[in-house]
């Protein structure tokens, strides 16, 4: 992780009127052409439209500042100014968001960003106020899949041992464990490393994954079984945030709803065309019908009841209830 203190934008809001422009250090865990690119770049621009040349945002793609936990982790000491990152990692620093990432809760796109966009996503996104951060808005990944280098995974008893790296995240290690599988939690930056040498035999992500981090490089087989949608937040440092005036933060929001958009779109256009990619890259690829996700969810039946314990059965049926 980059330590060295720089003129952050942090240090420098309070100097715009001076004239000096404020740089905003993004980082970000995948490259510049995957959703959170796409989400990166639209946040620059809108920011330059808004608020013409009084902040530059220099991106730091491909985990340039670290892993997301230590991104997260500089931007709480004021190294750092704002980061695109999955609730996966967030949930270490504001656990009740980790209800997201219990898997087969979310049933599809749309209903993700009702919720999401809904009071109860407004809710969580405050919660970051409280840990050093701000949380802007709720980006998007996709629903997570597997992809392996043993074989097609159609039923629980294919993932028997297989060691998979999850997200450093209680509530997807508790899942495998319980469906069977060898879990074993890893910081992104060691993934693709740890495929090549065989040390895991797969991982789990979204297409938009999948395909912009070109994993078909490092797996063989890819199989979708959407067991869990997987959000992303805008989040900008509590430091940076409290530092802006209030149109500053008006362009802020609407930097980050840019952005918010632009990772939508992406995760569309991927969930659209990125089976035929990755074929046509070499992957082997099976779709699970809603008979064999089914299968995957009841194999979860214990957890959810630990899950509901962890995270309120309540607020669990408002998620699902939500139209
Ligand atoms: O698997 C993860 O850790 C995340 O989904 C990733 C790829 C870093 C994007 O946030």
């Given at each position: 992780m980059i330590r060295e203190f720089t003129l952050t934008a942090a240090v420098l809001a309070g100097s715009t009127a001076m004239g000096q422009a404020a740089e905003i250090r993004l980082g970000y865990a995948?490259?510049?052409?995957?959703h959170y690119g796409a989400g990166a770049m639209a946040f620059e621009e809108t920011l330059t439209q808004e608020l013409g040349d009084a902040f530059t945002v220099r991106q730091f793609p491909n985990s340039g500042l670290g892993g997301e936990r230590e991104v997260i982790e500089g931007m709480q000491i004021g190294t750092i100014d704002a980061t695109i990152a999955s609730s996966g990692t967030l949930s270490n620093f504001v656990?009740?968001?980790?209800?997201?990432?219990?898997?087969?809760?979310?049933?599809d796109l749309d209903h993700a960003r009702t919720v999401l966009d809904g009071e109860i996503g407004d809710q969580m996104l405050a919660k970051f106020d409280d840990v050093g951060l701000h949380a802007l808005a709720w980006g998007e990944q996709g629903f997570r899949h597997i992809t392996n280098s043993r074989g097609p995974i159609?039923?629980?008893?294919?993932?028997?041992?297989l060691k998979i790296r999850t997200m450093e995240n209680p509530v997807h290690l508790k899942a495998f464990e319980a469906l069977g599988a060898a879990p074993t939690p890893m910081a992104w930056p060691e993934v693709i490393p740890a495929l090549q040498q065989g040390a895991i035999d797969g991982q789990e992500n979204p297409l938009s994954v999948i395909v912009s981090a070109n994993l078909d490089e490092v797996q063989k087989y890819a199989s979708l079984d959407g067991h869990v949608y997987s959000p992303a937040i805008i989040l900008v440092s509590q430091q940076l945030w409290d530092g802006l005036d209030d149109d500053q933060k008006a362009a802020f929001d609407t930097a980050a709803d840019a952005a918010v958009a632009a990772m939508r779109d992406y995760v569309d256009n991927v969930e659209a065309e990125g089976v035929a990619t990755l074929r046509e890259r070499g992957m082997e690829v099976n779709i699970l019908d809603a008979e064999q996700k089914q299968a995957f969810q009841d194999g979860l039946a214990d957890v959810y009841t630990e899950y509901e314990a962890e995270f309120g059965k309540e607020l669990m049926d408002s998620i699902i209830a939500t139209q």
């Open positions: 995948l490259s510049e052409n995957s656990p009740e968001v980790g209800v997201f990432d219990i898997p087969f809760l979310l049933r159609s039923t629980p008893e294919d993932l028997a041992g």
